[in-house]
T-cell receptor, first 111, second 112 residues
Framework: DAGVIQSPRHEVTEMGQEVTLRCKPISGHNSLFWYRQTMMRGLELLIYFNNNVPIDDSGMPEDRFSAKMPNASFSTLKIQPSEPRDSAVYFC?????????FGPGTRLLVL | QKEVEQNSGPLSVPEGAIASLNCTYSDRGSQSFFWYRQYSGKSPELIMSIYSNGDKEDGRFTAQLNKASQYVSLLIRDSQPSDSATYLCAVNSQGGSEKLVFGKGTKLTVNP
């Protein structure tokens, strides 16, 4: 099993630019989660999907953030426009019986 | 606001000792409890899950759950330098929900 796949692994962009993060969950996992991790705030849930349907987006910080899951094997998290305070590591995780399994993360730096 | 609290550490133990990591949570309705290990610069890795009061053992790891006192702990026996990492406690936020709330983690250092 390849595990959760995320791309890109690193992203450096300038303030105001659009950023798109991508995730491929583990095959057969029905739930997908997007997290953000910073030193100050720790690991925070942004949004999660079950069977491709958004269930809880209460953690999405503001309208600049949007997420989609067009099919069971792909999800995107988009930030438009990006700001320096969005700099963080963004993780995608998928869930099976027994817990959530994380991808390697995307390290985002907004200058 | 559902909270999960952990001592940030750092917790330092000698090689071969038992490391004890603790976590408290605020939501009495929580039913699922997890421990993740995160090496510096890496993603969280699931190491233990526990759902019922009592102990659950897996190799050198033992998770302990006490719902009445709202705490969950992780014991690492025969600690190794390779166990040096940050350990994150996670609790489902509402009974039956898939949504997890994570503590900020305890940094463990095992000294050779």
């Amino acid at each position: 099993d390849a595990g959760v796949i995320q791309s890109p692994r690193h992203e450096v962009t300038e303030m105001g630019q659009e950023v798109t993060l991508r995730c491929k969950p583990i095959s057969g996992h029905n739930s997908l989660f997007w997290y953000r991790q910073t030193m100050m705030r720790g690991l925070e849930l942004l949004i999660y999907f079950n069977n491709n349907v958004p269930i809880d987006d209460s953690g999405m910080p503001e309208d600049r953030f949007s997420a989609k899951m067009p099919n069971a094997s792909f999800s995107t998290l988009k930030i438009q426009p990006s700001e320096p305070r969005d700099s963080a590591v963004y993780f995608c995780a998928s869930r099976a019986e027994g817990g959530q399994y994380f991808g390697p993360g995307t390290r985002l730096l907004v200058l | 606001q559902k909270e999960v609290e952990q001592n940030s550490g750092p917790l330092s133990v000698p090689e071969g000792a038992i490391a004890s990591l603790n976590c408290t949570y605020s939501d009495r309705g929580s039913q699922s409890f997890f421990w993740y290990r995160q090496y510096s610069g890496k993603s969280p890795e699931l190491i233990m899950s526990i759902y019922s009061n009592g102990d659950k053992e897996d190799g050198r790891f033992t998770a302990q759950l006490n719902k009445a006192s709202q705490y969950v702990s992780l014991l690492i026996r025969d600690s190794q330098p390779s166990d040096s990492a940050t350990y994150l406690c996670a609790v489902n936020s509402q009974g039956g929900s898939e949504k997890l709330v994570f503590g900020k983690g305890t940094k463990l250092t095992v000294n050779p």
